[in-house]
Structures are given as structure tokens and as C-alpha cells.
């Protein structure tokens, strides 16, 4: 019952500053033998949900159910609350930076990632301030830039470790720490080192009776600041410890100590190598699990799958013979996850895109409930099966259209998935769309000599044909001569009616021939023949006789 025999006094300020609302969050529990101090700041910018009293609120309850100063255990509280964080839903991408300092009321131990502060006050100096997990603590370290401009760098807020990100949160973890009446610690969000200067932290502090004293000073000088700057939440625990608590004494001599003590030595002494060589295993399978979580998720960095699912399949396995319920379902989350990814990649690597399609999706919603672990590997290999698919879309549409007929839009086709195929480096792709319209363009280049050969016989043949034209109406216009000249001959015999018969059977010809000149001239020879005939038949002699 080590609090009521110890006297420690809590008071707290959060504000929401210049901010629509107030993201960081203060929580703390005092136990009969243990007490939990946790301060968070939210980093990221979501408003469904206060990442910070997530985190805060997931300390507490660990703490609460196995309150200890054990440095391991602390760090995997805060391993758990990163966890949690990372695994909430709806899109959301939560982050945060915290602060825990715990206590048995005599010694107290701090663990934080990222900036949020712890300062503990013994005779009015600072006998502890925390480090940033930024690069501007980094810059501070190595000299380059000075003290005083150090709460207002440009870098102050970029950090290296944080809760929520992707990967794994270096916790910062101090040794024990005695404490001593008087002791005053303070837990602050960058609200308040940003706005208010250890020096005025300090005067703050300085003849403080009661915590509320500093908590309105250091707001009045942070209010007094808001005209010129731009105030973000914050939030200030102070915690006075008037007394420690100790252990009541009572003198033993040697020799009671001694008629104890062997006895349980020699009783304890086996018992405890045996208990020791069960803890040492245990131990040992728990940093096995640990090591083969941090390997899965450095293999999963690097996207190589196959080697991530060897080690979570084996943190899988120390986590079921560890009855860690917590653990073995988060390995066996991203076991899954890398499995999925397996398939997919070797579905890949067999050309069955659309089944690679398949995979990656439903690893896509795998990922989404792991954190977005492995996301973006797997959104660029979903934008390759697309690619991929579209290829042999366009490889269809031209082996379609080239059964159809239609050589040049298979050719066309082709063409654009060789490009298409190119652009992506799809080397096997873009081979067979190359084969394809080579054959397509071969078949085109026969189809033209064959049209080009074609059209040379049917010009040969017209040539033919229109020489035989030619000759025949050379022919034709030497008969209707021939007749014309038998004509003239039966008209000067007086032999009229023949002589008609031969002028329009040539008349007939040169008309045919469309010798209008000719055919015209026979009309006057056809008119002298007929009117022969009829002198002839009038006993007259014939026009022009004599």
C-alpha cells in the first residue's frame, strides 16, 4: 500500500490553442503500488478519430492489468498501442507521438517516442529533459544549429520514430530513476516547449506551492503569445511528489537472518534453476518471436515475400506455443498478406494475368486490414497486370480481325500492342505481337503482288483485245471499201439494183465503224444506182448514159 503512505499531486491543462479542436490527450492511474503518468499528441490530420487518447487510453489499460517499471514490458505496452493504432479501419492513417512516465511511488521510469516531453525539477534545475526523435534534435546534437532557435526550426516536427507509422517505433526507455520529496515532473506536448522557453518553465516552477500555480503561469505566457503565432494544441501534467514513500525499518540480527536464509537457499536453489531454465526458454522463444516479427516486417520493406512469410510463419508458430493470442494473430495477418502476394507474383511470372489480377486484389483488401502494409508494391503490380492485359486485349482484337478479312486493322492492332508492350518492357508481348504482324504484313505484301500481277494481265489482255478491235475494223473498213468499189463496177455495168445492194451494204459497215464522211458519201452513188433502175424500167436511158 505504497500510495498512501506517499503524497503525489496531479493537475493538468489541455487546450485546443488556435485549432478547431484540441488532438492531444493527458490520462493517468494511481494504484495502490504503482502509478502510470501518459501524455499523447496526435500528428496526423484526421478528425473521425484522437489518435492520442487512443494511445493513451491503450497504455493505461495495459499498465492497469500488469503495472510494472520492467523496461521490456514498457516498451511492448507502447509496441502494442503502435499496433492497435495501425490497425484501425476506414481509411484513416493515425499517428502520434507520446510521452509515459511510471512510477512504484519511490523510483520512476520514462519511455517515449517522438516529441512529446518529459522534464522532472529537483531544486529548482532541470534534473531530466527528454530528446526529441527529430531532426532538428539531430542538428542540436551535432552543433549546427544553437539552442535558443531550437523550438522554432523549420525541422522540429519531422520525425524519425513516431506511433502508427509504418515501421516499427524506436522507443526510447530510461534507467530507474530515485526519486525524492520535492521532486516536481512535468509532461508537455510541443504546444507547450514550442510557445514556452525552459527558462520560463523554470521561473514557472520556481516557489510553485501548488501544480495549478505553474499551469496558469505557463498558459498566461503562451495566451500572451497568440497575437504573433500561430498556437497549436497544448497540454502540461505537472505532478508535485511531496513525499516518496519508504519502506518502514525494523532492526534483524545476524542470526535470525541466517536461520532463515539457508534453509530457503537450499530450498529455493533448486527450485529456482529449474523455474530459471523454464524462464530462460520462454525468454528466449519470445525474443525468437520478436526477431522473426522485426525480419517479416524488414522483408516486407523490401518487398520479398517469399522470405517474409518464412519468418512470419515461424513468429506464428512461437506466438500459438507462447499462447500469445495478440501476437499469433498478427503474424498470421501477415503471413497471409505475403502468401497472397506469392501467388499473385508467381501467377505473374506464369502469364495468367488475369488470375494475377485476382490475387492482388484480394491482397489489396488483405493489406488494407494489416495497416496498408505492402500497398503500394501491390497497387504498381495490379497497374502491370492491367498493362499486361490490355496487350494481349489488343493481340485478341487483331487475331479477330484477321480471321474476318481485315488484314490492315489486324495490323493496326498489332501494332499498337507492340508499342503498348514496349512501353511497359513486356519483352515476351511484345514478341508475339511483333510475329503476329510480321505474318499479318507478309500476307498483306502477297495479297498486293498478287492484285499488282493481276492488273497486269487484265492490261495485257485489254491490249489484246484492243489490238484485235483495231485490226477487225481495219478489216472491216477494207470490205465495205471492196463492196464499195463492186458497187461502182455493177453501177457502170448498169446493173442498178446489185449496185444498191453492195452501196448499203458498205454504207451499213462505215456507219458501224462510225465513218460518217463515208457512209454519207453513198447516199449520193445509192440515189444514182435507183434512179438507173428506174429509167431502166421506163424504157428511158439511165441519168448521165449517152
Not at 501518459?38 to 487518447?53: H, K, P, Y
Not at 518492357?425 to 505474318?439: D, I, L, N, T, V
Request: aromatic share 8%; charged share 30%; hydrophobic share 35%.
Amino acid at each position: 500500500m505504497r500510495r498512501i503512505n506517499s503524497d503525489f499531486r496531479t493537475s493538468f491543462i489541455s487546450e485546443e490553442g488556435q485549432k478547431l479542436s484540441n488532438r492531444d490527450y493527458f490520462g493517468y492511474v494511481e494504484m495502490d503500488d504503482f502509478a502510470c503518468y501518459v501524455l499523447a499528441d496526435s500528428l496526423d490530420g484526421e478528425t473521425r478519430s484522437n489518435s492520442a487518447q487512443f494511445v493513451v487510453e491503450s497504455l493505461i489499460r495495459s499498465f492497469s492489468e500488469g503495472p510494472t517499471l520492467r523496461k521490456r514490458k514498457l516498451r511492448q505496452y507502447i509496441l502494442t498501442a503502435h499496433k492497435e493504432l495501425k490497425k484501425i479501419r476506414g481509411g484513416m492513417h493515425l499517428k502520434a507521438s507520446v510521452i509515459m512516465a511510471v512510477t512504484d511511488y519511490r523510483k520512476m521510469r520514462y519511455c517515449y517516442v517522438g516529441n512529446s516531453r518529459l522534464y522532472l525539477l529537483r531544486n529548482a534545475r532541470f534534473l531530466i529533459q527528454t530528446k526529441d526523435q527529430s531532426l532538428t534534435r539531430n542538428l542540436l546534437d551535432e552543433e549546427k544549429i544553437p539552442l535558443d532557435q531550437a523550438a522554432a526550426h523549420e525541422e522540429r516536427n519531422n520525425l524519425y520514430s513516431y506511433l502508427g507509422g509504418r515501421e516499427k517505433p524506436k522507443t526510447v526507455a530510461s534507467r530507474k530513476i530515485r526519486l525524492e520529496d520535492g521532486d516536481i515532473m512535468e509532461l508537455m506536448s510541443r504546444g507547450i516547449w514550442e510557445n514556452c522557453q525552459d527558462a520560463e518553465l523554470l521561473e514557472a516552477s520556481k516557489d510553485a506551492k501548488e501544480p495549478a500555480e505553474i499551469l496558469n503561469q505557463v498558459e498566461d505566457r503562451i495566451l500572451g503569445r497568440q497575437e504573433g503565432h500561430a498556437i497549436d494544441n497544448y497540454t502540461l501534467a505537472v505532478t508535485f511528489i511531496d513525499k516518496v514513500y519508504r519502506s518502514p525499518k525494523k532492526k534483524v540480527s545476524l542470526r535470525q537472518v541466517l536461520m532463515i536464509a539457508i534453509p530457503v537457499v537450499i530450498l529455493v536453489g533448486g527450485v529456482g534453476a529449474a523455474l530459471y531454465i523454464r524462464h530462460r526458454n520462454t525468454v528466449d522463444r519470445r525474443e525468437g518471436l520478436e526477431r522473426s516479427m522485426e525480419s517479416g516486417e524488414t522483408y516486407f520493406r523490401y518487398d520479398n515475400y517469399e522470405k517474409a512469410a518464412q519468418e512470419y510463419q515461424t513468429a506464428l508458430d512461437l506466438a500459438e506455443e507462447l499462447d500469445m493470442d495478440s501476437e499469433a494473430e498478427e503474424a498470421d495477418q501477415y503471413l497471409k498478406l505475403a502468401e497472397q502476394i506469392r501467388l499473385a507474383d508467381q501467377a505473374m511470372g506464369e502469364e495468367e494475368y488475369q488470375k494475377a489480377q485476382e490475387l492482388f486484389l484480394t491482397a489489396r483488401e488483405l493489406s488494407r486490414e494489416a495497416g496498408n502494409v505492402g500497398k503500394q508494391y501491390i497497387d504498381d503490380r495490379l497497374e502491370e497486370t492491367k498493362d499486361y492485359m490490355e496487350v494481349y486485349d489488343l493481340i485478341e482484337l487483331g487475331m479477330a480481325k484477321e480471321e474476318n478479312g481485315n488484314l490492315e486493322g489486324a495490323s493496326e492492332a498489332y501494332r499498337e500492342a507492340r508499342d503498348l508492350a514496349a512501353s511497359i518492357y513486356f519483352s515476351s508481348g511484345k514478341e508475339e505481337a511483333m510475329s503476329r504482324q510480321a505474318q499479318v504484313e507478309e500476307k498483306l505484301d502477297e495479297e498486293a503482288a498478287q492484285a499488282e500481277e493481276k492488273a497486269a494481265e487484265e492490261l495485257a489482255d485489254q491490249t489484246v483485245q484492243q489490238e484485235l478491235e483495231n485490226q477487225q475494223k481495219i478489216n472491216d473498213q477494207k470490205s465495205a471499201i471492196d463492196l464499195e468499189n463492186q458497187g461502182n463496177e455493177l453501177l457502170a455495168q448498169g446493173q442498178y439494183e446489185s449496185a444498191v445492194t453492195y452501196y448499203r451494204t458498205a454504207k451499213s459497215i462505215y456507219d458501224r465503224l462510225e465513218l460518217l464522211d463515208m457512209a454519207d458519201s453513198l447516199d449520193e452513188k445509192i440515189a444514182a444506182a435507183q434512179a438507173g433502175q428506174a429509167a431502166a424500167a421506163a424504157g428511158q436511158p439511165a441519168p448521165g448514159a449517152g
